[in-house]
């Protein structure tokens, strides 16, 4: 698919078909071209941890999203865990943060890591949610994810139900200073 195609037809899905599974192959693919993202030194800090297990993706629903993202990701067959190692990107040999930003470059890392994932899942027809609202802790105990990580997004895999429309964005006016 053409790239800018990719772009505009990725949306944040809140509605998928049921019954409709994702093979893991195409989990490994969508997880192998988020893994080609740039991260800080090359350290490659994402972690994902794949759900694909009805009951533990209802789990994870039921005790780890409120209301509304468990809706919001009903039927989405894979839910994807993802965290950051914790004082790597960002940091030198010594531990030292090497600016203000500390950890957050990890975030940042990470950030750019899902991005190729929904992109990679768009271009391959299926659709995404990423979902920052969930208890990182519960996560934690039901996946046991190593304290050294930090927790962030839940991401919902699957086939699109909906066909939303791109919600509005900002004029480059509006977020673009030239020089
Ligand atoms: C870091 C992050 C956290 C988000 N958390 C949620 C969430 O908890 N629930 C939800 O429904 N959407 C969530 N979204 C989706 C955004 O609302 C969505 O990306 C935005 O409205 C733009 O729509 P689009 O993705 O279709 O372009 C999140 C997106 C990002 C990048």
């Not at 195409?26 to 071209?33: C, G, N, P």
Request: glycine residues 6%.
């Amino acid at each position: 698919m053409e790239f800018n195609k990719v772009l505009e037809e990725r949306r944040s899905l809140r509605a998928y078909e049921a019954g409709r599974s994702v093979s893991r192959e195409t989990v490994e693919e969508i997880l192998r071209a988020a893994s080609m993202a740039p991260s800080w030194k090359n350290s490659q800090t994402a972690r994902s941890y794949v759900v694909m297990s009805q009951p533990l993706a209802k789990q994870v629903r039921e005790t780890c999203l409120p209301e509304f993202n468990r809706k919001n990701s009903q039927n989405a067959p894979v839910l994807i865990v993802t965290a950051f190692v914790k004082g790597r990107s960002g940091f030198d040999n010594l531990g030292n943060a090497v600016n203000e930003l500390g950890d957050e470059w990890g975030a940042y890392d990470l950030g750019l890591h899902n991005e190729n994932l929904v992109l990679k899942a768009r271009e391959l027809g299926l659709d995404t949610l990423i979902m920052g609202i969930r208890d990182g802790e519960k996560l934690r105990e039901l996946l046991h994810i190593p304290e050294d990580q930090q927790i962030a997004a839940v991401i919902a895999l699957g086939y699109g139900a909906a066909e939303p429309q791109m919600p509005k964005r900002k004029e480059l006016s509006e977020t673009t200073v030239f020089f």
